[in-house]
């Protein structure tokens, strides 16, 4: 069958695990590594779609649980489709919703068939939902890439509670599979497991004997644990056990020294919202690391946000005095653009991880921005 989608692999580091590579979606072509841009609710807060595309944004992220509840996928389906109603023309992929299902604790009740939940920031209402309900909304919504609906542990969590999302995130991924019939949209399994390395290798081992996906999520890190147990078992799952050629996309993570350690590794995709999340809060990415524009010491400072930085913010006038004084004011335009600042930096960010595979200098590159104020991101 014919596919509109097809990942090919262009560069690799001799020196690591790290490659470019490019995949071909309906609405355009994404280069890897990317980081992708999280808009929850058919919006990246605060970013209009045509900044979003200024920004240098390939693939932006919609979640599937906030918009099944407000305002509808039915309604998003007749208004043409998730691209049509928030208007943006590039590739989009949507979450399962799993992790914000997952995350309501004692309202959520799993079971062999699916799980219901109370849906309580839209009324409490009960919902319970099948991995075929959860493909009917994914392709109602009609994103480039839709994501299998899983199970996502906490971290940490009881052995018998891992072996329980990973035996139900299978055969929930072979009912998605089967679900799943739009050929203009591809469906990615998500690998589980949690920090546990042969849970893993078995999560992935039976993804691929439920179907074949196109891609594979990675599932279930950035819950609780450290950095470097995180590590520990994301290393050999990527660089030796994962296809050679199929994306890898790393759920949820986007502070950028993971996004440097996780592409030596092998990782292609990435989101988060981070960089949003933390703009909302007065704080910007940058290249002499994490700033806290609330901090007084900016108070009277007229310096760019980041002079080594090419974001509409940093060159567009704005000293960071004024950030400090918006920031601190509660002003709206404060966070606009401080999001646009720290959106553009990982975008750039990940411009500068692909420039140095393709001349074959990433080892350098990751050890020289690890040793860089850069890295001092938390």
């Known amino acids: 069958m014919d596919t509109p989608f097809a990942f090919r692999i262009v560069a690799r580091d001799a020196e690591t695990s790290a490659r470019t590579a490019t995949l071909a979606t309906p609405h355009g072509m994404i280069p890897t590594p990317i980081f992708m841009p999280v808009g929850t609710k058919a919006t990246v807060k605060g970013i209009a779609p045509s900044t979003l595309d200024e920004l240098g944004a390939k693939i932006c992220l919609a979640n599937t649980y906030h918009l099944a509840l407000r305002p509808g996928a039915d309604l998003i389906e007749r208004l043409g489709g998730l691209h049509a109603f928030m208007a943006w023309d590039g590739p989009i992929l949507t979450d399962s919703g799993g992790f914000q299902v997952f995350s309501h604790g004692p309202d959520v009740k799993l079971t062999d068939d699916g799980v219901g939940f109370r849906a309580v920031e839209y009324g409490g209402e009960r919902i319970f939902w099948t991995p075929e309900d959860n493909m009917a909304i994914q392709q109602a919504l009609g994103a480039d890439i839709c994501m299998q609906l899983d199970v996502c542990p906490p971290?940490?969590?009881?052995?018998?509670?891992?072996r329980r999302a990973v035996d139900l995130s299978a055969r929930w991924a072979e009912r998605c599979h089967r679900a799943h019939t739009r050929e203009d949209q591809a469906l990615f399994g998500i690998v589980q497991g949690g920090m546990d390395l042969e849970l893993r290798r078995e999560s992935l081992g039976r993804l691929q004997?439920?179907?074949?996906?196109?891609?594979?999520?990675?599932g279930g890190y950035s819950v609780g644990e450290s950095h470097e147990t995180m590590y520990e078992s994301l290393e050999p799952l990527v660089s030796r056990f994962m296809p050679e050629d199929k994306p890898r996309?790393?759920?949820?993570?986007?502070?950028?020294?993971?996004?440097v350690i996780a592409v030596?590794?092998?990782?292609?995709?990435?989101d988060c919202?981070?960089?949003?999340?933390?703009?909302?809060m007065g704080t910007a990415l940058s290249h002499e690391g994490r700033m806290n524009l609330r901090h007084a010491r900016f108070a009277e400072d007229p310096r760019p946000l980041d002079e080594a930085c090419a974001c509409p913010t940093c060159t567009g006038g704005f000293s960071r005095a004024y950030l400090h004084h918006l920031v601190k004011s509660k002003e709206m335009l404060g966070s606009m653009l401080l999001s646009e600042h720290n959106i553009f930096y990982l975008l750039d960010l990940m411009a500068r991880i692909r420039a140095a595979i393709a001349e074959g200098r990433y080892?350098?590159?990751?050890?020289?921005?690890?040793?860089s104020p850069e890295a001092n991101d938390w």
């Open 273 to 280: 919202v981070l960089p949003t999340r933390t703009a909302r």
């Open 249 to 259: 996309y790393l759920m949820g993570v986007g502070n950028p020294t993971t996004l």
């Open 155 to 162: 971290y940490p969590a009881p052995e018998e509670e891992v």
């Open 363 to 371: 080892a350098a590159f990751r050890d020289a921005f690890l040793a």
């Open 209 to 218: 004997e439920a179907g074949d996906f196109p891609g594979f999520g990675i």
């Open 264 to 270: 030596g590794f092998g990782v292609d995709m990435f």
